[in-house]
């Protein structure tokens, strides 16, 4: 009997589309059900996974496991190396959540550079007029906006940026330039270079060795003054201390943050102190329709690999295959 094991809340089409299947044993894990899981993994076919860690003991207990389905696109919460020794194939959910990645990277840009929070603050405070006097919002029409990442998410992202009038450059050195300027965009070959010209920089990378901290302090001093980050990629991306003295310095006029470097946050968090920061509980992929649309992906993929016929397009690691 195939078992697949799903680990934290998923949306019940998930349950509907393997239960369509005669025969499945499907067993349900909450987050913190660390020595369950590790009992359970032994004989299952396929774990169904959030954020949640799967570390490399994880992945050798299991001896049947066929697929790691990742609710999601990052995979930064997985052992790939052990999921790599052991011939497990990764599977994420493709594209299923770009838009919505990308319609929050764009209502992070504009809550910062309107002050949502502030404005909605002052007016249910009574502060009508002093709020209303400062004008101290910036436009996003003709501003350059530097997309950093050029994959599923960056590319919707950077045609709405366009629709609102902003001059789009795109930084991504794993993509030929063509593709870039054949977009309709300007190509961006060196990342520091750009970050001068850039009013909005927003990024979309995965999370690794090179992008770790790719927004540092340096990198933050380079940025032109009064500059605006968007970060709903991974939290690690982004030094919060050295983002949090450049906001505090005035040299960054505002961050939207959706991603942190240790989720949940803790109240010490130095973002938290800041009123231009907009922060969001890493919601990029949390609405009602892509919650739904990222559960039959994977209750898709953990079919497809119980049947020896994964799509490897979904396959981060399409060499254990």
Known sequence: ????????AVD????DLLNSRAGMEIVTLERDERARLRREMADADSIILRYLPLDGDDIRAARNLKVIARHGVGYDNIDMAAANECGIPVATIGDANSVTVAELALYLMLAAAKQGPEHDKAVRAGEWWQIREEANTVELYE?????????????????????????????????????????????APDFVAALPQADIITMHTPLNDETRHMINADTLSRMKQGALLVNTSRGPVVDGQALSQALSSGHIYAAGIDVFEEEPPTPANPLFAHNNTILTPHVGG??????????????????????????????VNPEVL
Do not use: W
């Open 12 to 15: 019940p089409a998930a349950f």
């Open 1 to 8: 009997m195939p078992k697949v094991i799903i680990h934290d």
């Open 286 to 315: 949390l609405t009602r329709e892509c919650f739904h649309r990222s559960a039959i992906v994977c209750a898709q993929n953990s079919l497809d690999a119980i049947d020896g016929k994964l799509d490897k397009s979904f396959v």
């Open 143 to 187: 501003k350059t906006v530097l997309v950093v990442g050029f994959g599923r998410i960056g590319k919707l992202v950077a045609p709405r940026c366009q629709a609102f009038g902003m001059k789009v450059m795109v930084c991504d050195p794993y993509i030929p330039q063509k593709l870039i300027s054949d977009a309709g965009f300007t190509h």
